[in-house]
C-alpha cells in the first residue's frame, strides 16, 4: 500500500490528513493509498523514515524543516532552489532517489491574487522562515516591494517593536508566515500594532487552523480585507498531489 505523510513538529493542528482521505475516496483509491503524520524531533530522523517505511513514496514539510530538509535530497527543484525551501518530497520510482519542490508558491499566488487591489505595491512580511522564502518569491513574480519582519531583527529585517503608524501607512499588504495563532495556541496573534490597522489593508494568514485566527479576527473590525491559509493548504496540496500521482498511481 502507498502511503503519503507530513513531516513537521508539531503536527498535531494538521488537516492534511482528512484532506487526502477525502481525495482517496473521491478518486476510487482509499483502500489502496493511505496519508499519515510522522512528527520528527530532529531532520536527522528522516533518513530513518525513509529506511522504515519502504512503501512511503512522497512527503508533505511544515515547520520547522523547509529549509534544512534541502541536505537530504538528490534533486530539488529549480524554482525551489530559487527560493531555498521545499514543502513537497517525491520518491523516485525507479532509483529511489528523493526529489524536492515547492508548492507553496502555486498556493500562495493563487490565492492571493484575487484579493489584490492597485493600491497593494508594497507588504511586510511576518516571519523569516520556508514559508516567507515562498511569500517572497511570489511577491517579487508580482513586483509588490516587501519588508521582512521578525522578533531579533538583523540586516534589512525589521522588528516588531518597529512597526508604527508610518509603516503601516505604507504597506497595505501583512503576511503572516509564523504559526503564531495555530491551533492549539488559537488565542495568540503576532505583536504587530492593530489599532493602525484599516480598510486599506488586507491580512493573509499562512496559518489554516484555526480558519479564521486571532490575527485575522483583530483585522476584521477596521474593515480589513482578510484571506484564511486554508485555501492555500488545499491548492498546495492538489499541486503536490499532481506530482506524486504522476509517478506512482497505476
Request: aromatic share 10%.
Amino acid at each position: 500500500m502507498p502511503k503519503l505523510g507530513l513531516i513537521g513538529k508539531p503536527l498535531d493542528h494538521s488537516k492534511s490528513p482528512e484532506l487526502f482521505q477525502a481525495k482517496f475516496n473521491s478518486i476510487g483509491i482509499a483502500e489502496d493509498w493511505t496519508y499519515l503524520l510522522y512528527p520528527l524531533d530532529d531532520i536527522s530522523e528522516i533518513t530513518g523514515l525513509w529506511q522504515n517505511n519502504p512503501e512511503l513514496v512522497g512527503l508533505n514539510v511544515t515547520v520547522p524543516y523547509k529549509q534544512t530538509v534541502i541536505p537530504y535530497l538528490e534533486e530539488i527543484s529549480t524554482e525551489a532552489a530559487e527560493i531555498g525551501a521545499v514543502n513537497t518530497l517525491v520518491k523516485q520510482a525507479n532509483s529511489g532517489n528523493i526529489f524536492g519542490y515547492n508548492t507553496d508558491v502555486i498556493g500562495f499566488k493563487s490565492t492571493l491574487v484575487p484579493h489584490l487591489l492597485s493600491t497593494d505595491t508594497d507588504a511586510l512580511i511576518l516571519g523569516t522562515g520556508g514559508s516567507s522564502k515562498a511569500v517572497q518569491y511570489v511577491l517579487r513574480e508580482l513586483g509588490i516591494n516587501y519588508y521582512l519582519v521578525s522578533r531579533y531583527g538583523g540586516e534589512g529585517i525589521l522588528k516588531y517593536s518597529q512597526l508604527n503608524f508610518d509603516v503601516f501607512s505604507t504597506c497595505s499588504l501583512i503576511i503572516n508566515c509564523t504559526p503564531v495563532g495555530m491551533s492549539p495556541l488559537q488565542s495568540q496573534s503576532p505583536a504587530i500594532p492593530y489599532q493602525h490597522i484599516n480598510a486599506y489593508h488586507l491580512l493573509y494568514d499562512m496559518v489554516y487552523n484555526p480558519e479564521q485566527t486571532n490575527f485575522l479576527a483583530r483585522g476584521k473590525p477596521y474593515g480589513a480585507r482578510i484571506v484564511s491559509g486554508l485555501g492555500m493548504l488545499q491548492v498546495q496540496a492538489d499541486a503536490a498531489w499532481d506530482l506524486w500521482s504522476t509517478i506512482h498511481l497505476k
